[in-house]
């Protein structure tokens, strides 16, 4: 459509790309603040609303396999706004549900949505960029993704308390609505490839293994890891998991291109989001627990007190913009990852008598050191990937991030459970928090020395460390190996 091109797509891919992921990002972070509400109204426990939490991850992990082809059939456009719309709509359900059982299953298209939301995005946005152009642009996109988690919380706690647990649900829409049509309005059709035939028993192979993971990931915690019910999932995920690789890498035109991780930089990069992600979403889930169980403070100070880690991001993502191409993403990552490290080792001396500004201080150096993580892995990542395979290396991207997010506070709650005396009725010690801590460092430490073994030359190349290296679209269409072979 002609109206489509009345603004250039690198101003519209990124305004659409931000929209999608601060609309995101504050829906999964508001809807916990209304559980309490929700309880009183619906005359349960906050504990019984634990579908509501578990359905929305479950049914993301569904529908990102499809994602990609679903991108390549339709067009990057297309599937963009139906899924926006469709995450739209089912928000106005939730909003409007007059049950237990109808909150859970309006959450649960919300998260078939967000699913196909997320690689549809990322997708357009690595397709309109190069590698050298993604590294600049971070440095602006990361500042709305910083701000949406830190003011959901308040946003959430305004609307409960002077309207409504629905108005949680219903302020999607005011916000998400312009942003549809400006992309109706202004993006332009995005297809680099012709998908093959449709693989239904990839999908549903893949599908049913990482929702069943999903779960038992989630309600290990809860559950306990010995529980029947989550032994069950884990145990048939991982079977189903196994199935789904073996299928699809037999399968001439999977839904999942497993293929992709042959390129050693694809896969190391991914590798380090997998088990980079559980102590810095760790740390941010562990943070708040501590200061309101361990030590008494309220959801305000508790709210002020995680906020400065989005300085520190804000501030690190800039400067690492700066030395992408110089350095390399291997350094930034490693880098970045031992100071995660370090700052954890910091938090678990913090006690009782620990006091807000020091606590403060400690989340501005751990934003720090995480703003060195996030922009460099993903940009990295897609380096060497063909733009033809860039929709199914972005699904991929999306399934390791969201199962690093689940890993985060299984592993957190885990360390907690462990390390609080059988039977106790109170809140863990504070020495259990200073364990999880620990635990988290440990991790991260792990994370920091793979890093370092990460072959960013084709990164660098690619970003333009080289000499002749700035890339442009087309060049990513190159063959993987002969791109390998030339970096080595």
Same mark, same amino acid.
Request: charged share 10%; net charge positive.
């Given at each position: 459509?002609? %109206?489509?091109?009345? $603004?250039?797509?690198?101003?519209?891919?990124?305004?659409?790309?931000?929209?999608?992921?601060?609309?995101?990002?504050?829906?999964? &972070?508001?809807?916990?603040?209304?559980?309490?509400?929700?309880?009183?109204?619906?005359?349960?426990?906050? &504990?019984?609303?634990?579908?509501?939490?578990?359905?929305?991850?479950?049914?993301?992990?569904?529908?990102?396999?499809?994602?990609?082809?679903?991108?390549?059939?339709?067009?990057?456009?297309?599937?963009?706004?139906?899924?926006?719309?469709?995450?739209?709509?089912?928000?106005?359900?939730?909003?409007?549900?007059?049950?237990?059982?109808?909150?859970?299953?309006?959450?649960?298209?919300?998260? $078939?949505?967000?699913?196909?939301?997320?690689?549809?995005? #990322?997708?357009?946005?690595?397709?309109?960029?190069?590698?050298?152009?993604?590294?600049?642009?971070?440095?602006?996109?990361?500042?709305?993704?910083?701000?949406?988690?830190?003011? #959901?919380?308040?946003?959430?706690?305004?609307?409960?308390?002077?309207?409504?647990?629905?108005?949680?649900?219903?302020?999607?829409?005011?916000?998400?609505?312009?942003?549809?049509?400006?992309?109706?309005?202004? $993006?332009?059709?995005?297809?680099?490839?012709?998908?093959?035939?449709?693989?239904?028993?990839?999908?549903?192979?893949?599908?049913? &293994?990482?929702?069943?993971?999903?779960?038992?990931?989630?309600?290990?915690?809860?559950?306990?890891?010995?529980?029947?019910?989550?032994?069950?999932?884990?145990?048939?995920?991982?079977?189903?998991? #196994?199935?789904?690789?073996?299928?699809?890498?037999?399968?001439?035109?999977?839904?999942?291109?497993?293929?992709?991780?042959?390129?050693?930089?694809?896969?190391?990069?991914?590798?380090?989001?997998?088990?980079?992600?559980?102590?810095?979403?760790? #740390?941010?889930?562990?943070?708040?627990?501590?200061?309101?169980?361990?030590? /008494?403070?309220? %959801?305000?100070?508790? /709210?002020?007190?995680?906020?400065?880690? %989005?300085?520190?991001?804000?501030?690190?993502?800039?400067?690492?913009?700066?030395?992408?191409?110089?350095?390399?993403?291997?350094?930034?990552?490693?880098?970045?990852?031992?100071?995660?490290?370090?700052?954890?080792?910091?938090?678990?001396?913090?006690?009782?008598?620990?006091?807000?500004?020091?606590?403060? /201080?400690?989340?501005?150096?751990?934003?720090?050191?995480? /703003?060195?993580?996030?922009?460099?892995?993903?940009?990295?990542?897609?380096?060497?990937?063909?733009?033809?395979?860039?929709?199914?290396?972005?699904?991929?991207?999306?399934?390791?991030?969201?199962?690093?997010?689940?890993?985060?506070?299984?592993?957190?709650?885990?360390?907690?459970?462990?390390?609080?005396?059988?039977?106790?009725?109170?809140?863990?010690?504070?020495?259990?928090?200073?364990?999880?801590?620990?635990?988290?460092?440990?991790?991260?430490?792990?994370?920091?020395?793979?890093?370092?073994?990460?072959?960013?030359?084709?990164?660098?190349?690619?970003?333009?460390?080289?000499?002749?290296?700035?890339?442009?679209?087309?060049?990513?269409?190159?063959?993987?190996?002969?791109?390998?072979?030339?970096?080595?």
């Amino acid at each position: 459509m002609p %109206a489509s091109f009345r $603004l250039s797509q690198r101003l519209v891919v990124p305004v659409m790309c931000v929209s999608v992921t601060f609309i995101a990002i504050v829906d999964g &972070a508001i809807t916990t603040v209304a559980l309490p509400s929700i309880a009183r109204q619906f005359h349960l426990t906050t &504990a019984a609303l634990d579908g509501v939490v578990v359905v929305y991850p479950v049914c993301l992990a569904m529908a990102i396999p499809a994602s990609a082809w679903l991108v390549e059939r339709f067009g990057g456009r297309r599937v963009l706004l139906t899924s926006l719309l469709g995450f739209l709509f089912s928000s106005l359900l939730c909003g409007a549900a007059a049950d237990l059982g109808q909150l859970v299953a309006f959450r649960a298209l919300q998260g $078939l949505s967000a699913g196909v939301l997320f690689p549809a995005s #990322a997708a357009l946005l690595f397709r309109t960029f190069t590698s050298s152009e993604q590294v600049r642009i971070s440095r602006y996109m990361i500042i709305p993704q910083q701000i949406a988690p830190a003011a #959901a919380p308040v946003l959430g706690g305004l609307l409960v308390d002077h309207l409504s647990w629905r108005w949680v649900f219903y302020v999607n829409v005011p916000v998400g609505l312009p942003a549809a049509l400006f992309g109706l309005l202004f $993006l332009a059709e995005h297809r680099d490839r012709r998908p093959g035939r449709f693989d239904l028993p990839g999908l549903l192979l893949s599908a049913a &293994a990482l929702a069943t993971l999903m779960f038992g990931i989630c309600e290990g915690p809860n559950r306990g890891w010995s529980s029947p019910a989550v032994l069950t999932a884990l145990g048939v995920g991982a079977v189903l998991l #196994a199935c789904a690789v073996v299928f699809e890498l037999r399968t001439s035109e999977p839904i999942l291109r497993l293929r992709l991780f042959a390129d050693r930089l694809f896969r190391d990069t991914n590798l380090v989001n997998l088990v980079g992600l559980v102590p810095i979403l760790g #740390a941010m889930y562990l943070g708040p627990l501590f200061l309101q169980e361990g030590q /008494g403070r309220s %959801a305000l100070e508790s /709210g002020t007190s995680t906020f400065p880690e %989005a300085f520190g991001v804000l501030l690190t993502v800039q400067l690492a913009g700066v030395l992408y191409a110089r350095v390399g993403p291997r350094v930034i990552i490693g880098t970045g990852l031992a100071g995660v490290c370090a700052v954890l080792l910091l938090f678990s001396t913090c006690d009782a008598g620990t006091d807000l500004w020091t606590f403060r /201080g400690y989340m501005f150096l751990l934003g720090i050191a995480m /703003g060195g993580v996030f922009m460099p892995s993903t940009v990295a990542s897609l380096a060497t990937v063909a733009k033809t395979d860039l929709a199914q290396a972005s699904t991929l991207n999306t399934v390791v991030r969201q199962t690093g997010g689940a890993l985060a506070p299984a592993a957190v709650t885990t360390a907690l459970v462990l390390n609080t005396p059988t039977g106790a009725a109170t809140a863990p010690p504070v020495s259990a928090y200073q364990h999880a801590y620990l635990v988290l460092a440990a991790i991260a430490a792990v994370a920091a020395a793979f890093a370092f073994t990460i072959p960013d030359g084709p990164a660098r190349a690619a970003a333009g460390g080289r000499a002749g290296g700035r890339t442009t679209a087309s060049s990513r269409s190159v063959p993987v190996q002969r791109r390998r072979e030339n970096a080595l």
